[in-house]
C-alpha cells in the first residue's frame, strides 16, 4: 500500500487534532464530576443537616446551585488556563525552547559538536524544501533525546539534547534529526503545540492543590485543617487530570512515532542510524530521561520517552525501544553495531572542513534556461511535496559545497546574511547595480548596500538555482537580528527590485519569501477555504508560474503561450478557463498567496497539481521554473525537495 502523501498526512493532523478537542472535553467532564463530587462533600461536612439524616439524605440536601457554581468554576478555569498557555506559545518553538530552557545555538559557532548538528539540520532542512530551522540545545540534560516544535515548517526549531550531541555518532544523529524533520513536513509540530497548550487546563487543578497544600504546613487551627483537606482533594483530583493528559499524549502520539522513525530511514537511507541512537538510549545510564520540571508537558515532543510512568504500555508516549528497532531493521544486530561503533571515532566538523571545493570557472553562459523533460503527471509531481529522500540530502550536500566558503561563513552573521540577500538580487551589469545602490541609499540602507556590494563579488557567480539554499543558509541569523535590522533588509529589498522600475517573477518571490519568513511570529491561519471559493487568487497565483515558465523565445506569441500554460492549470483543478490571461500587480499576488495559504489541506493538494501542470505545460521544467515552485511552494507552506537533481551542482553557474 503506497505511503500517505505530504497532504494526507496533513490532513490526518488535522483529524488527530480534532480526537485531541473530543478526548480533552472528556477528560474535563470527568475534572468536573470529581470537583462536583468533592464541593458535595465539602459542604455535607460542613453543614450540621437534618437532625437523623442519612448520608444519603445528606448528600441529596446538597443545593443544586452548588453543583451548577462548582461546574462551571472549574470548566472556566480549565478553559482559561489552556486558552492561556496556548496563546503564551504563540512564538512558536521558540517559546518551548526558552520555557525548558535550551540555548540556542548560533549560527557562527565553532564548537564541532554543535557544528556538526547544524550542518546536519543544514542538509536535511534544504533536501525536505523546509527552511533551516532554529537550533537549540538542553545544556544540563545528559539523557539522549530531542525534539522539534513550532505551529508550522517557518517558526519551528529543532532542539536537541547535551546527551544527544555527546553519545551519538553522525549517523545516528542524523537519523534523530530525520525523525524529526518527519514531525516537521508532517504537521506533527502542530499538533504537539496544541496539545501542550491545551492539556495545562487540566492538569492545573492539582497545581492549585499543591499551593493549598504549602500554605497550610505552618497553620493552625480547624481553617487550617480544612484548608488541608481541600488542597488534598484537590491534589488528588489534579492526579485525575494528569491520568487523562498522559492517556489523551499515548493515544495521539504512539503511532506517529512509528511513521516518523519509517520516514527517517527513508530520508537517511541508513536503518542503522536511528537503530544506533534508539539504541545507545537503551544502553546508556542515563537513557532518554529528562529532568527538568518541563518534561513531563512535553514528554510527547521528545525523539524517545522522556519521564518514568506507572503502566507503562498505557501511558507511555512513545512505544518500547525494542519494537521501535524491530520494525525498523529486524536485523538489527546489537552487539555487532557496538563493536563496530566503537572501532570508529566520533568525529566533530568544524567549518573549514564542510564541502572545502573550490567553485567552478563560469561557464560562459546563463543556464537558468537550462532544463530537463518532465516526464511526471501532475499527480505525481504534487507528492514530491514534504518527501525525505536521501538522494536529495547528497544533492543538498553539493549544493552547499558549491556555495562559496567565504559565502556561507559570511551568512552565519546577520550583517553578513542581510548583506548576501541583497546582493542574490544585484543586476549583473555595473550600470544596474550603481542605480541599485543608489536607490538603496535614497531609501536610508546605505551601510547595508556597501555590504551588499562586497558580497556581490561571491554572489554573482551563482545562478538562480543556488538563491533559495543560500536563502536557506541566511535565515536562521537573520531571524536572530534586531526587528531594525529585519525592517532595513525589507526595505533595502524593495529599494533593489524596484530600482529599474521593472519587477521580475523571481525578484517578486524571493521578496515575498523573505517577508514570509520575517513576519512575527503567529499561529498559521485556519484552513478551512476551497478552490471554488478562491477562483480568482488561483488564478492569478497559475498566472504567476505561467509567466516564468514561457521563454522569451518561446515560439508564436507570448500571450498565447501564457493562455496555454494557464489553461493546463485550470484544467487539471476542474475550474472552468478564464482566456484572457490576468494582469499581475504585486499587492495582488501577495493577497492571492495569503488567501491561498487557508485551503484545507487535500485542497492544497489540488493547487499544487495544478501549479505544476501549468509550469510542464510544455513537457520541460527550467532550472529559474523550479526554483520559482520552491519558492511559491515556500511561501504557501508547501516544501518541495530540489526538483531538478539530474543536473550537476558544478554546472549550474552563470
Not at 503564551?88 to 564548537?111: D, S
Not at 547535551?162 to 553522525?170: D, H, I, M, Q, T
Not at 504557501?636 to 552563470?654: G, N, S, V
Amino acid at each position: 500500500m503506497a505511503s500517505a502523501t505530504f497532504f494526507e498526512q496533513q490532513h490526518l493532523a488535522r483529524r488527530n487534532t480534532r480526537v485531541m478537542v473530543i478526548l480533552f472535553v472528556l477528560a474535563t467532564i470527568g475534572v468536573i464530576l470529581a470537583l462536583d463530587l468533592v464541593a458535595a462533600a465539602t459542604y455535607v461536612l460542613a453543614s450540621d443537616g437534618p437532625r437523623g439524616a442519612t448520608l444519603a439524605q445528606r448528600y441529596a440536601a446538597v443545593p443544586r446551585a452548588l453543583y451548577v457554581f462548582a461546574s462551571l468554576s472549574t470548566a472556566l478555569l480549565i478553559f482559561a488556563v489552556s486558552a492561556f498557555n496556548v496563546a503564551k506559545l504563540g512564538g512558536g518553538g521558540a517559546a518551548v525552547a526558552e520555557m525548558v530552557g535550551a540555548r540556542r545555538i548560533e549560527p557562527g559557532t565553532r564548537e564541532p559538536l554543535e557544528r556538526r548538528l547544524l550542518n546536519i539540520v543544514e542538509e536535511m532542512a534544504i533536501a525536505a524544501g523546509v527552511r533551516v530551522p532554529t537550533v537549540y540545545v538542553m545544556d544540563g540534560e545528559h539523557g539522549i533525546n530531542a525534539f522539534a516544535a513550532g505551529w508550522d515548517a517557518t517558526n519551528c526549531v529543532v532542539t536537541v539534547t547535551r546527551g544527544a550531541l555527546e553519545s551519538l555518532s553522525r549517523d545516528e544523529l542524523q537519523g534523530v534529526i530525520g525523525h524529526e524533520f518527519s514531525h516537521i513536513v508532517n504537521g506533527d509540530i502542530r499538533l504537539n503545540i496544541r496539545m501542550l497548550g491545551v492539556l495545562a487546563g487540566i492538569v492545573f487543578i492539582g497545581a492549585i492543590g499543591q499551593f493549598l497544600i504549602r500554605s497550610v504546613r505552618r497553620g493552625e487551627g480547624k481553617s487550617a485543617g480544612q484548608i488541608m483537606a481541600m488542597g488534598v482533594a484537590l491534589f488528588i483530583i489534579g492526579y485525575l487530570g494528569l491520568f487523562f493528559a498522559r492517556l489523551i499524549k499515548a493515544a495521539v502520539s504512539r503511532q506517529r512515532e512509528f511513521l516518523a522513525d519509517a520516514s527517517s530511514v527513508q530520508f537517511t537511507r541508513n536503518p542503522d542510524g536511528i537503530c544506533g541512537a534508539l539504541d545507545q538510549i537503551r544502553a546508556a545510564a542515563a537513557g532518554g530521561a529528562i529532568t527538568g520540571r518541563h518534561a513531563e508537558d512535553i514528554s510527547h515532543m521528545f525523539f524517545g520517552q522522556a519521564i518514568r510512568v506507572y503502566f507503562g504500555g498505557l501511558f507511555d508516549t512513545h512505544p518500547p525501544l525494542e519494537e521501535r528497532i524491530r520494525r525498523v531493521n529486524p536485523r538489527f544486530a546489537p552487539s555487532a553495531y557496538r563493536k563496530q561503533r566503537s572501532a570508529a571515532p566520533l568525529a566533530a566538523e568544524l567549518p573549514e572542513e564542510i564541502g572545502a571545493v573550490g567553485l567552478a570557472e563560469p561557464a560562459g553562459r546563463r543556464l537558468a534556461d537550462t532544463g530537463v523533460e518532465w516526464g511526471r503527471s501532475a499527480a505525481d509531481s504534487a507528492r514530491l511535496v514534504g518527501t525525505l529522500d536521501a538522494g536529495k540530502v547528497d544533492y543538498a550536500a553539493k549544493l552547499i559545497a558549491r556555495v562559496p566558503v567565504a559565502l556561507r561563513e559570511m551568512v552565519r552573521d546577520a550583517d553578513g546574511a542581510c548583506a548576501a540577500l541583497v546582493a542574490l538580487l544585484y543586476g549583473p551589469k555595473d550600470q544596474v547595480m550603481r542605480t541599485q545602490l543608489e536607490a538603496m541609499k535614497q531609501a536610508g540602507a546605505g551601510a547595508l548596500a556597501e555590504r551588499a556590494a562586497r558580497a556581490a563579488a561571491l554572489t554573482s557567480v551563482l545562478s538562480p538555482a543556488f538563491h533559495l539554499t543560500v536563502v536557506d543558509l541566511a535565515l536562521p541569523a537573520i531571524k536572530a537580528a534586531p526587528q531594525a535590522a529585519k525592517d532595513e533588509l525589507l526595505l533595502a529589498l524593495e529599494a533593489v527590485i524596484n530600482a529599474d522600475r521593472r519587477v521580475t517573477v523571481h525578484e517578486f518571490v524571493m521578496l515575498t519569501l523573505v517577508r514570509h519568513q520575517l513576519a512575527q511570529p503567529a499561529k498559521p491561519p485556519a484552513a478551512d477555504r476551497n478552490l471554488a471559493e478562491l477562483r480568482d487568487e488561483v488564478l492569478v497565483v497559475l498566472s504567476l508560474v505561467a509567466r516564468a515558465g514561457v521563454r522569451s523565445d518561446a515560439t508564436g506569441p507570448r500571450e498565447e503561450a501564457l493562455r496555454t500554460a494557464i489553461s493546463a492549470g485550470l484544467a487539471e483543478l476542474g475550474l472552468p478557463d478564464a482566456g484572457a490571461v490576468p494582469m499581475l500587480s504585486l499587492d495582488a499576488v501577495s493577497a492571492s498567496l495569503a488567501a491561498l495559504n487557508r485551503l484545507r489541506p487535500l485542497e492544497k493538494a489540488r493547487l499544487v497539481k495544478g501549479l505544476f501542470a501549468t509550469v510542464s505545460a510544455d513537457g520541460t521544467i527550467r532550472v529559474i521554473e523550479a526554483e520559482l515552485m520552491r519558492l511559491v511552494g515556500a511561501v504557501l507552506d508547501c516544501p518541495l525537495p530540489p526538483l531538478i537533481d539530474a543536473i550537476d551542482p558544478t554546472a549550474l553557474a552563470l
